[in-house]
DNA sequence: GTCTATATGCGGATAGAC
DNA sequence: GTCTATCCGCATATAGAC
């Protein structure tokens, strides 16, 4: 395997961990462990491990955007309910969003905060000015967006079963793709640790 | 002052500093620095980090729900509306809604999981059951809820004046208490060390 | 390019004085 | 009830071998 493949799994398996458990608290060891290689490492290839999560997050909105641009190019009818469909197949991409939502609390941080304000920003232009949605379209949508991430860092579908409101609050987000979530879930439960 | 008094100062405290940094990323000594006393007194206190993130926690949902108790037993036309504003002006409570956030995005903890779930779904059972809101009306209500949070911790009032996107994005989520955030986000970057 | 070994700093928690 | 002093573990980052 190459460098460059080795660098890009590097960073799959990063963006995992820190979906799993924030910037803070994800060491560049776990990091290491799940893409197989030696703790420094990790560190070498990215200098540190702010500019991993950066990455991270540059990949992550990368992906976003060109996820939203693909479903635009296809068709234009129903946008917004093809746009809320991807998004949440988003989370077929192993802490994808959930890397991107915890980036977004750390606004305070002088070095991520920009980051993060910009990505959020270039999502919201793409909805009004690529999709051509009305500044509530945007917001309505950006609203369920973070709802979903919400529901999703809260591990919400280990309720699912067992407890009626969390039931019905998840068949209320998700109209369809519920099992997105819950398939998620369930692989979340198998891989703990 | 007496013990009881200087517990929910240092509890005040702590919601502050969680809801800046999150929970992994705060330090008792923040805490105890903030609230002017020892950091070893701040873990005596409360036991360990994490059951002091507990109670900030529990302290903070229960503050939701009074306030929301309160405003349904003024009255109960344009309910939405005015939970709502009782929402926002939650924010002038430092740091209570951003800690809840923090809290919801770590589910994946095995202590502090289960107690989130429980808490946001106590909010989403206040709304169906006590509010009489449809299922559907209850998500529409906490996905506004979520974004707000979210463009709270993006800091997203730094932008406001730079950047017309920013701008816009924020009238349109806060189409009144728009004050509130913007006088938030001063006070935050007045603060900043 | 990738590893092992390790230095260094920091933070939670404890001991114990007052 | 509250402090000072301090232990200990852990995580990032560096040095340097292969």
Redesign the pocket.
């Known amino acids: 395997?190459?460098?460059e493949d080795?660098?890009e799994l590097v960073l799959i398996a990063a963006t995992g961990v820190f979906g799993d458990r924030g910037y803070v608290a994800?060491?560049?060891?776990?990091v290491?462990k799940a893409a197989?290689?030696?703790?420094?490492?990790v560190?070498?290839?990215f200098?540190?491990?702010?500019q991993l999560f950066l990455e991270v997050l540059g990949r992550a909105l990368d992906r976003l955007l060109v996820t939203f641009r693909g479903v635009l190019a296809e068709s234009s009818d129903n946008l917004s309910g093809r746009l809320g469909l991807a998004y949440v197949e988003l989370l077929r991409d192993r802490g994808l969003l959930l890397s991107l939502m915890h980036g977004f609390l750390l606004g305070a941080d002088p070095v991520i905060g920009p980051v993060v304000r910009r990505g959020f920003l270039n999502v919201y232009r793409f909805l009004r000015e690529e999709a051509g949605f009305t500044a509530e379209a945007s917001q309505r949508f950006l609203e369920g967006g973070m709802m979903l991430n919400t529901l999703v860092g809260l591990r919400m579908s280990d309720d699912f079963e067992s407890d009626p409101s969390a039931n019905e609050l998840l068949c209320a987000a998700l109209p369809q793709k519920l099992d997105v979530v819950l398939d998620l879930g369930a692989a979340q439960r198998a891989e703990q640790r």
């Open positions: 395997m190459k460098a080795r660098r994800t060491t560049t060891d776990q290491a197989g290689v030696s703790q420094p490492y560190v070498r290839m200098g540190t491990k702010e």
